[in-house]
């Protein structure tokens, strides 16, 4: 089976994701098709293997092109459950990193 998973993603976010993370992980590979399909979606899988960017990164992609056009609505549109509150430094980082870069891949692509 071939994988195309980051075919989901806009192009800003699928050249940060390939240079700041390389491949997609197997839950990556399984969860984003789910969660871009609109699926409720639990992402169950050990330690390391990208499930909080897993949760987010459609979701980011989707939000940054939608405020990009100027069509971003202020609603709340995700909810995400961390069952440890020890989680909220790596949710808070898995936010961050990929804003930031896509961010900036998408100035980079604009010079």
Known sequence: MSDHS???????????????????????????PEIAAGRHTLVSAPTGTGKTLTAFLIFLDRLLNEAARGELKQELQLIYISPLKSLAGDIRENLRRPLEGIVEERKVRQL
Request: aromatic share 14%; net charge neutral; proline share 4%.
């Open 6 to 32: 980051m075919e989901l993603f806009q192009t800003d976010t699928r050249h940060w994701f390939e240079r700041a993370l390389g491949t997609p992980t197997l839950v990556q590979k399984q969860a984003w």
